[in-house]
């Protein structure tokens, strides 16, 4: 029996084993057991505000609807189903799973997709993660990469910019404040009338090709199989700073050649990605919400480019022999939609993906289906997955060097 689980008020939890919430994914409906798994460690629990959770005898409920955030490593499988009230505000930027009780335990709808020590979360002592930024920032004083990834390791808890000065696996290197896409839930960057903040702040200068590659020798010299990573949350789109990139990426390699040079990126212009290549890159990750030209132009919002040129730099990267991930920004009922499946196997049959890493798109759920529309035949985001491997491509969450 699936209960419900729900809040009060002052946000306090309480389970209901009596009355079933229904889900929603894309269509509201109950959920399948096989959607559901007991709650992984670093579940966050998120009272919705203003909403009341849809249950499946119909019967309207005064409680508040909880959902939960998923830690990295898991793909969300559902959403809550809620009745948004008149004055209910917009939630923000964060990533909604729905959540239920089963035999009087947390469980959510969501299946593991990944695994890596180096996304463990890491607890620091009161003081020590301070010292290890000052230490490190100390022996190269006037390196602004080093101050915004400092920055975003102490504010935001990143875990590409904690690697810097932890010296572990994926690196951070931030390199642009501008970009030419709008994205409707950018954490970088949100227009002043959205009616919400942006998680992040993005960075507001341009980095140097020599500080960057200070900070990238330091990482691969301590890391033999690091990766070094342009492009991160931060930031703008890198590619619009692809010339300096690609200075960095020569200083990088005339001084040492282990490890992996990657770049995050909405894959906008392929010439730009293709002068990055000849530079010496080496793994690109290319994020997208959709395979289909309208639902990405609604979310994307592009400026100067379309889906088309993202699909180019996907095949330029591919030809080039690099090693190429999408990061699907998966939400249930868009990115199962057959129609969706359709377009995705449309194009993975003409080029070799080696890895599509599945991201929770943090948003507000209605905001994004006013945005890019309901579905109308979602498979569901397991048949989502499989589709994915059926096509011959490795799912996952994290970048990976083999
Ligand atoms: S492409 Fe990235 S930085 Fe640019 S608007 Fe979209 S999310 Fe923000």
Redesign the pocket.
């Known amino acids: 029996m699936i209960g419900l689980v729900y809040c009060d008020k002052a946000g306090r939890i309480y389970y209901d084993e009596s009355r079933e919430p229904l889900a929603d994914g894309g269509i509201v409906r109950e959920a399948h057991p096989d959607e559901l798994i007991p709650a992984p460690a670093g579940t966050v629990p998120m009272v919705l505000p203003g909403r009341r959770p849809l249950l499946t005898d119909g019967v309207p409920d005064r409680r508040y609807a909880l959902a939960v955030m998923l830690p990295a490593g898991y793909t969300r499988l559902l959403l809550p189903a809620y009745v948004r009230g008149k004055d209910a505000p917009a939630l923000p930027l964060f990533g909604y799973t729905f959540a239920c009780t089963i035999d009087d335990e947390l469980y959510v709808a969501a299946m593991r997709t990944d695994e890596s020590e180096d996304w463990q979360p890491r607890v620091f002592d009161e003081g020590e993660l301070e010292a290890i930024l000052e230490r490190r920032i100390e022996s190269d004083r006037l390196n602004r990469v080093l101050r915004q990834v400092a920055l975003c390791s102490r504010e935001y808890g990143c875990f590409t910019a904690q690697n810097v000065f932890l010296e572990r696996g994926e690196a951070a290197l931030p390199v642009s404040p501008k970009?030419?896409?709008?994205?409707v839930?950018?954490?970088?960057?949100q227009e002043p009338d959205a009616g919400l903040p942006s998680p992040q702040t993005?960075i507001s200068f341009e980095t140097s090709p020599e500080e960057l590659s200070r900070v990238a020798m330091h990482h691969l010299e301590r890391v033999p199989d690091g990766i070094v990573s342009f492009g991160q949350g931060c930031?703008?789109?890198p590619l619009l700073r692809s010339v300096a990139i690609a200075k960095a990426i020569e200083q990088i390699r005339a001084s040492c050649s282990n490890g992996t040079v990657n770049l995050n990126t909405?894959g906008?212009m392929p010439s730009a990605l293709k002068r990055c290549i000849d530079a010496g890159l080496q793994a690109v990750r290319i994020?997208l919400n959709s395979f289909r030209p309208q639902v990405y132009a609604a979310y994307?919002?592009p400026a100067g480019y379309s889906l088309d040129d993202v699909f180019e730099s996907i095949r330029t990267a591919s030809q080039a022999g690099l090693r190429v991930s999408l990061n699907l920004l998966t939400h249930p009922g868009v990115t199962d939609d057959e129609s969706e499946l359709a377009a995705m196997h449309d194009l993975l049959q003409g080029v070799r993906v080696d890895m599509i890493q599945t991201r929770t798109l943090n948003i507000d759920p209605e905001w994004y289906f006013e945005t890019v529309g309901r579905p109308i035949r979602p498979a569901g985001m397991r048949a989502a997955i499989e589709a994915i491997r059926a096509n011959g491509v490795r799912v996952g969450n994290f970048t990976h060097t083999h």
Do not use: D, L, M, W
Request: net charge neutral; aromatic share 6%.
């Open positions: 970009c030419n896409a709008r994205c839930g950018c954490i970088s960057e993005r930031e703008g789109e909405n906008s994020s994307y919002r």
